[in-house]
């Protein structure tokens, strides 16, 4: 048995590439557990990994203070979700993602990709995902004060 507590909550946000959508919202779900001090670990992951952060992704979160130029897509796998409460995926299913055995939930938020978009279209998903990310954690608050 370990001494290590287990966190009350497992989030991961998921995408093809890891390199815009789930990297916004790894960022703004770090911001938001570090302000609330929620004990949430928070995992990324794509089934696909890109190479890199897609530029425009790292320049529009540069506005609100996020320093992703160091940040590395990755693959996620079926261990790191097995746990997890919410597996959020960004414009894709979770069908192929999550184990067969998972019982958490899985929210699909159907964002549109930014890579090769204008700064403005980049900044409206960052938008949507900072709404969509403070409302999850609303939730999560809400759930473990009950």
Not at 4 to 32: D, K, L
Request: one cysteine or more.
């Amino acid at each position: 048995m370990s001494d290590t507590p287990r966190p009350v909550s497992r989030i991961a946000f998921v995408c093809v590439q890891n390199a815009g959508r789930s990297q916004m919202a790894t960022a703004f779900a770090e911001r938001e557990r570090d302000a609330r001090d929620l004990d949430v670990e928070i995992v990324t992951g794509g089934t696909d990994p890109a190479d890199r952060i897609h530029e425009e992704v790292v320049e529009a979160m540069a506005e609100p203070n996020f320093d992703l130029a160091r940040r590395t897509p990755r693959e996620v796998t079926f261990e790191e979700l097995r746990d997890c409460g919410y597996v959020v995926t960004m414009g894709c299913s979770a069908t192929d993602v999550c184990p067969a055995t998972w019982s958490g939930e899985n929210r699909d938020w159907g964002l549109d990709d930014p890579e090769g978009k204008t700064p403005e279209e980049v900044r409206k998903i960052r938008d949507e995902i900072a709404v969509r990310v403070r409302e999850l954690f609303d939730e999560i608050e809400a759930e473990h004060r009950d």
